[in-house]
């Protein structure tokens, strides 16, 4: 009974001069506890999936059970609520505000899920700590490596403590041993209350997972479990 996101029937399809069917059909359960990896050919599909998980784009068809809530994909105020509070996202190339240090760009994600300034920074600070970048607080992305941005990354996606943190191929601009440092701390990330779900092209950390899957043909193949 620790099902936490169900796809029923998820179908998406873009359509510019014709219409791609990218996502056929998906049925699959998601069980809290467990950290996921998405493989899958370029263009197969797993951004579109990430990107539907994180009630960022809607599905054509079919529908989302969240903890036994339907997702309303009409209903976006509410779905910028859960994905503030429950969801955390972290992106291929760094995702963080050129204009704000550090810092900021964590806490900014906490006060964008409605809690006060004095919190934020505190929780920012174990963050930073967490990721071992204390002494990169008032640094501009700028001034980041890239697998310093990327624990920052992390670090914002981690600040409200979400239940499903989705990742789209968090390594995939780092060289192997960065992109091995900051897929651990990822991994240390989950706990019995939480799903992390991650897109790779590197079978290497797709194997670390709990449940490796496929996108094959618009459709997941679990490959082990
Ligand atoms: N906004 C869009 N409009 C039209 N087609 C799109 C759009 N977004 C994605 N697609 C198409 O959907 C398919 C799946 O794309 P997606 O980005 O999900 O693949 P992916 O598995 O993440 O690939 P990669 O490994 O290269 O990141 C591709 O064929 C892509 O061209
Ligand atoms: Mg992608």
């Known amino acids: 009974m620790n099902n936490f996101i169900e796809l029923s029937n998820l179908s998406k399809a873009f359509v510019t001069q014709r219409r791609i069917n990218v996502l056929k059909k998906i049925n699959y359960k998601f069980k ?4 996921y990896s998405l493989i899958g050919p370029s263009g197969s599909g797993k951004s579109t999936l990430l990107n539907i998980l994180s009630l960022i784009d809607r599905p054509t068809s079919g529908s989302i059970l969240i903890e036994n809530n339907q997702i309303d994909f009409e209903n976006s105020k509410k779905n910028d609520l859960i994905r503030a ?3 955390g996202i972290i992106y291929q190339q760094d995702n963080l505000l050129s204009d704000f240090t550090a810092i900021e760009n964590i806490y900014l994600a906490s ?3 409605g809690n006060k300034k004095d919190f934020a920074i505190k929780k920012s600070k174990n963050l930073l700590r967490r990721v071992g970048l204390t002494g ?3 640094h501009y992305p700028s001034q980041l490596s890239g697998g310093e941005k990327q624990r920052i990354s992390i670090a914002r996606a981690l600040i409200n403590n979400p239940q499903i943190i989705l990742a789209d191929e968090p390594t995939g601009s780092l060289d192997l041993d960065t992109a091995k440092s900051v897929f651990e701390i990822l991994k240390k990330q989950i706990n019995p209350n ?3 779900i991650f897109a790779t092209h590197n079978r290497f950390f797709a194997d670390k997972s709990d449940c490796l899957l496929e996108i094959v043909n618009g459709n997941i ?3 082990d479990a």
């Open 32 to 35: 809290k506890g467990k950290i």
């Open 85 to 87: 509070r429950k969801i």
């Open 111 to 113: 006060l964008a899920a």
């Open 136 to 138: 990169r607080s008032n």
């Open 194 to 196: 939480r799903i992390i």
């Open 221 to 223: 193949n679990t490959i």
